[in-house]
């Protein structure tokens, strides 16, 4: 599928999403079949620029890496990193929008065929911001794409930042899917995951949105 194919909506925020349709899917390492309702993904992680709107309007704390509301000169467009997931929640909530549960984003990741990266079962290290990549920090998003893409057109699924899961808190430990730029392939497979507690904020953890339904 190339870029000019893929089906482009626009949420509340105006940033780009795919849709994800309702149907079974393959899920986690012992590929157990697991059915979804239609939803909507950002077809991007959320980028400073996007998080630099609800920091003004809102009053949120800003990241940790920015320095008095200015974004790191070249960031604009990286995934926003060293955000915590409550504050992934409240940006959601902001557009009118949620966390992904880990079954939606392996679905969005994934396909139904049960593939291993989201663009096939060969690990390919110029199709993903990972480990293996050299680059050792954020990258535009969209680089990759539509290379790298999820069979629905989703990119930067793999590798670039670690993506916050929403689903039923806990103040202990919330799953993190996707890899990021300093681990390896493993790490960036479609079932791969990590726990962290959710207050931690780190250099190569971000998050992406999604919506049950478009605002009319």
């Given amino acids: 599928m190339s870029a000019e194919d893929i089906p482009i909506y626009f949420g509340k925020d105006e940033r780009p999403m795919v849709l994800i349709p309702a149907g079974e899917f393959l899920f986690g390492p012992d590929r157990e079949k697991v059915n979804t309702e239609t939803f909507y993904i ?12 609800f920091v003004e309007e809102t009053g949120h ?28 929640a409240a940006y959601a909530e902001w557009v009118g929008k949620r966390l992904p549960t880990e079954i939606e984003w392996e679905k969005a990741a994934r396909g139904t065929d049960g593939r291993q990266w989201p ?21 535009p998003v969209g680089k990759y794409s539509p290379q790298g ?5 989703v990119a930067e699924m793999a590798g670039n930042v670690f993506e ?52 009319e």
């Fill in 149 to 153: 893409d999820s069979p629905y057109g």
């Fill in 119 to 139: 663009w096939g079962n060969t690990f390919d290290k110029n199709k993903c911001n990972s480990g293996e990549s050299g680059i050792l920090t954020t990258s």
């Fill in 61 to 88: 704390t800003e990241p940790d890496h920015w320095r008095r509301g200015v974004i790191p000169e070249g960031k604009e467009d990286h995934p926003v990193v060293h955000v915590r997931w409550e504050s992934a």
């Fill in 164 to 215: 916050w899961m929403g689903g039923k808190y806990s103040p202990i430990r919330m799953p993190l899917r996707g890899g990021n730029w300093l681990d390896g392939a493993e790490q960036a497979r479609t079932h791969a995951r990590r726990m962290h507690t959710p207050h931690r904020r780190n250099d190569f953890i971000g998050f992406r949105c999604v919506v049950d339904k478009l605002p």
């Fill in 42 to 53: 950002d077809r991007f992680p959320v980028t400073n620029v996007d998080y630099k709107k």
